[in-house]
């Protein structure tokens, strides 16, 4: 029931472009997007809803398939503080709890 | 506005202790979900209070329980402990109930259990 992640880690270089997805083989009715960096909170990116709609900040955009059970991450021109661990939490079936995938490591250097 | 503030921020326990851990949401926000973080498992969803109701729950023992308070304040509880229990827990809070809005984290409780 986990959405599985992919890939698990990816290192870029600065400026770089990079796209994190999250799979379920289950129904979603939302997929949130955090990032969180070590030994921090994770924090808030991106939530898309069942119907298109979105919220999220302007610099991060998303896309979310509902048929195919799919969304993605679209980190354009990377930053260093683009680092950290990215995950997906997935409303499965509109049970109104997230559940998490295991993440995915991105590495950002200069 | 301030974050969301969890007390203590690192705890030791042993085996068969029980532990409370705190968690104060954003102003206004009156939801507030609980969850387990390890390596091994990722992030993990313990429950959710929403009006001091519990609203949804996650796949953990009876041992782990919470509560909220009229201001939104949350509480967990965790009973005999087990060292498996060591993790952090993190809180976050949401304007809504569910999952239709962002949820904001706090920092965390590390928890070892010895």
């Known amino acids: 029931q986990q959405p599985v992640q992919s890939p698990q880690a990816v290192i870029l270089r600065e400026g770089e472009d990079a796209v994190i997805n999250c799979s379920s083989s289950k129904a979603l009715y939302s997929v949130h997007w955090y990032r969180q960096k070590h030994g921090e909170a994770p924090v808030f990116l991106m939530i898309l809803l069942k119907g298109g709609e979105q919220k999220g900040h302007e610099k991060i955009s998303a896309s979310f398939n509902e048929k195919k059970q799919q969304s993605s991450l679209y980190l354009t021109a990377s930053q260093l503080s683009y680092s950290g661990t990215y995950f997906c939490g997935t409303d499965i079936q509109g049970a109104q709890k997230l559940v998490f995938g295991q993440g995915t490591r991105l590495t950002i250097n200069p | 506005k301030a974050g969301v503030t969890q007390t203590p921020r690192y705890l030791i326990k042993t085996r068969g202790q029980q532990v409370t851990l705190s968690c104060s949401p954003i102003?206004?926000?009156?939801?507030v979900s609980w969850y387990q973080q390890t390596p091994g498992q990722g992030l993990q969803f313990l429950f959710e209070y929403f009006s001091e109701t519990q609203r949804n729950k996650g796949n953990f023992p009876g041992r782990f329980s919470g509560r909220q308070f009229s201001n939104s304040r949350s509480e967990m509880n965790v009973s005999t402990l087990e060292l498996g229990d060591s993790a952090l827990y993190l809180c976050?809070?949401?304007?809504?109930?569910?999952?239709?809005?962002?949820?904001?984290f706090g920092p965390g409780t590390r928890l070892t259990v010895l």
């Open positions: 976050a809070s949401s304007l809504a109930a569910g999952s239709g809005g962002p949820q904001f």
């Open positions: 102003s206004g926000h009156r939801s």
